[in-house]
């Protein structure tokens, strides 16, 4: 159900005529492979694993230590909507000043939608 939310929102989210693709949002990931995983075997890195985060409420990945701005929106009750994951993924030091992220952002808006339905394709099990 979640996932089908997910899909529904980023297909309002996306200009007339343009759709995500989680195939190509898989070949961004790439960027982020370094620090993230997603996936039955995904385990914390540098960054959280992904699995299940559209969603989910922030920094709330158990055993990983987030920077205390991430953890405070957490405590306020925001969650990673397909919006929110958005608005980060353009630029992470800009919509959470004080994360420990170092990762410059994805300028381009397709690449962030494509990256979020491919995220959205895993569970919190990585299935």
């Known amino acids: ?5 997910a899909a529904v929102t980023l297909l309002t989210m996306l200009p007339a005529g343009a759709f995500a693709d ?4 898989e070949k961004v990931f790439r ?12 385990e914390n890195k540098v960054g959280p694993i992904l699995n299940g985060i559209v969603g989910r409420a922030v ?18 009750g925001k969650t990673w909507t397909p919006e929110e994951l958005a608005a980060f993924l353009e630029k992470p030091r800009a919509y959470a000043k004080g ?14 939608m494509n990256i979020i339905a491919y995220l959205a394709s895993f569970e919190d099990g990585g299935s």
Request: glycine content about 8%; proline content about 2%; some cysteine.
């Open 1 to 5: 159900m979640l996932k089908r939310i």
């Open 22 to 25: 989680a195939a190509k949002g």
């Open 31 to 42: 960027k982020c492979k370094a620090c993230h995983a997603v996936g039955a075997d995904a």
């Open 59 to 76: 920094a709330s990945v158990p055993d990983f230590k987030y920077s205390s701005v991430l953890t405070d929106m957490g405590e306020a």
């Open 99 to 112: 994360t420990k992220m170092s990762f410059a952002g994805l300028r381009k808006e397709k690449d962030r």
